[in-house]
């Protein structure tokens, strides 16, 4: 039986600034919102990246992609 070490440091804070990112918003949004930008990504792959696994860097650029598209929009809405 293999124990988990301890997350790195780094990977800890990615998963924070997912989560954070995430908000309210569901995994199924986020995906449609990162597939109108151009990166396509599923709903399980997003979920997995806050599941305990190392994101790729293509899903936290659908992420961050899908989360940018948002809050644009919450921007134009407020002026």
Do not use: I
Request: overall charge positive; proline content about 4%.
């Amino acid at each position: 039986m293999s124990r988990r070490g301890a997350e790195p440091v780094e990977l800890a804070r990615l998963r924070g600034w997912l989560r954070a990112a995430k908000g309210r918003r569901t995994f199924a949004a986020l995906a449609r919102r990162a597939d109108a930008g151009k990166l396509p990504v599923s709903v399980c792959t997003l979920r997995r990246a806050l599941d305990g696994r190392l994101p790729t860097l293509r899903t936290v650029q659908a992420f961050a992609r899908s989360v940018r598209s948002f809050t644009h929009r919450l921007l134009r809405k407020s002026q």
